[in-house]
């Protein structure tokens, strides 16, 4: 990484452990293997959305071009918003891509990440499927939200008919994460996820 790049994120990182709001959230940022390109977020799913109580680790990815190209971040935590990959983490986010500025930091984009996990952008998608069960089945998208976040980030919200359905296709071969991803797309419904998988 160049010079600057590196004096730049170490300035970031020393800035971020001394601002005690950050710290207060319970959000964390921390490198990996000692290495300056590559860092590891936690943020902590916003109050009163299905997110909450959620701790979801994000990649972090300094280009050598850093500040004038922004990090790449992806979602390590699997999660059910409409602007994330629920496959891959990957993150449809304006600031991660064209409104990026110089003048932005990885503060921003954490930041930026736990205002998108309270406001969804479901006309911007990611993951179309999830964007047309939050603008039109919001209630299945709330509970699956809370699902995802209770199984994969620890949040306080359990649903043991979502976790019944999940063990009724584990029972018949199919891997835990496939058979929930499929549940979540078929809005719970089982008799259309065994279509799904051809029994």
Known sequence: MASSAACRIKREFKELMCDEAF???SNKLELVDDCWTELRGEITG???????????LLAIK?????????PNVRFITKIWHPNISSATGAICLDIL????????SLRTVLLSLQVLLDAPE????QDAVVAYQYKNKR???EMTARHWTNVYAGGPHRYPDCDEKVQNLKDKGINENEARAILSKEDWCLKKAYKEFSF
């Open 122 to 125: 479901p006309d911007d998608p």
């Open 46 to 56: 916003p109050f009163g959305t299905p997110y909450e109580g959620g701790k979801f």
């Open 23 to 25: 710290v207060q959230n």
């Open 62 to 70: 300094i280009p050598e071009r850093y500040p004038f190209v922004p």
């Open 139 to 141: 209630q299945i998208y």
């Open 97 to 104: 891509k064209d409104n990026w500025a110089a003048a932005m």
